[in-house]
């Protein structure tokens, strides 16, 4: 039996038809096993997302085969049991006309399992601590009274709470001044220590990848480029699209990828 998270045959996935067809993601193949952080790093529009996506089974791939711990993904619901995400824009994953207590406790609805009011209760305490957040300073308060860093927290402690198997951080740095990042990444790493999570990172930035994944999967223009070793991809690039990336970290996170 195989230890598989996932396992993607030459999947693809095109929009639209006929000459105005875009194919977002183009016979991809990977496996990623249980608890690794492996880190798909690229520029715009090269297909993160989409893949991202069809990761979370809210698309499905129009050639090839995806499966989720070997089988395909047929009912969302119970995949989201256990595979969540995180995505770029915090607000827009929070109801602004509710506090954020209840926010985070009405989250538990997804599970199949519920916990009791008073587990729940415990539980959001507790994941609200890990993100470095007492429960007191946010009582009573609703997202728009919390900045984009604070609101980005929430999030995180949101995966906290629920503990899913397999988390999917879709730039969940991009609207965080560099401290506040540095945080969310060892919030991540401690997601992955602590509770032995799967996670896949989307990043523009290889600093960043090389900074808390496994491995590194380059993307470029719908295809991987390049997979391997943080050390390795870094410091050996085979592809000129990696070098590409290289040149482009910014300086703040240049030093991580020293020795
Ligand atoms: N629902 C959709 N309908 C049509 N085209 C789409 C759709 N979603 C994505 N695309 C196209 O697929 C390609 C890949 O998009 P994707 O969102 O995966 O890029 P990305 O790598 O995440 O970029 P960014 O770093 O800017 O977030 C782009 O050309 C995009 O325009
Ligand atoms: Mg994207």
Redesign the pocket.
């Given at each position: 039996m195989s230890s598989n998270i996932f396992s993607a045959k030459k999947i693809s996935?095109f929009?639209?038809h006929g000459k105005k067809t875009?194919?977002?993601?183009n016979e991809v193949s990977f496996d990623i096993a249980d608890g690794e952080i492996v880190s798909i790093v690229?520029?715009?529009?090269?297909?993160?997302?989409?893949?991202?996506?069809i990761m979370l089974g809210l698309?499905k791939p129009n050639g090839g085969e995806f499966l989720y711990k070997g089988k395909p993904i047929t009912n969302t619901r119970d995949h989201w049991n256990e595979v969540q995400s995180v995505f770029?824009d915090p607000f827009g994953c929070f109801n602004q006309f509710f506090s954020i207590r209840a926010q985070l406790k009405d989250a538990f609805g997804i599970l199949k399992n519920k916990p009791s009011k008073q587990e729940i209760e415990q539980r959001v305490d507790e994941a609200l601590l890990a993100v470095n957040v007492k429960p007191a300073d946010i009582e009573g308060k609703y997202p728009f009274e919390l900045s984009g860093g604070q609101m980005q927290r929430m999030l995180l402690a949101r995966i906290f709470a629920l503990k899913p198997k397999v988390l999917i951080a879709?730039?969940p740095t991009s609207m965080v001044d560099a401290c506040v990042r540095a945080n969310i990444l060892d919030y991540l790493m401690k997601l992955k220590v602590e509770l032995g999570m799967t996670i896949i990172f989307?990043t523009?930035d290889i600093g960043l990848a090389y900074y808390v994944s496994d491995r590194i999967f380059i993307?470029h223009d719908?295809k991987i480029v390049e997979a391997g070793d943080p050390a390795e991809v870094t410091q050996n690039p085979q592809s000129p699209h990696t070098i590409k990336l290289l040149e482009d970290i910014p300086d703040i996170n240049r030093e991580w990828i020293k020795k």
């Open positions: 996935k929009f639209g875009v194919c977002a993601v690229g520029g715009s529009g090269c297909g993160k997302s989409v893949l991202a996506k698309y770029q879709d730039e989307i523009h993307m719908a």
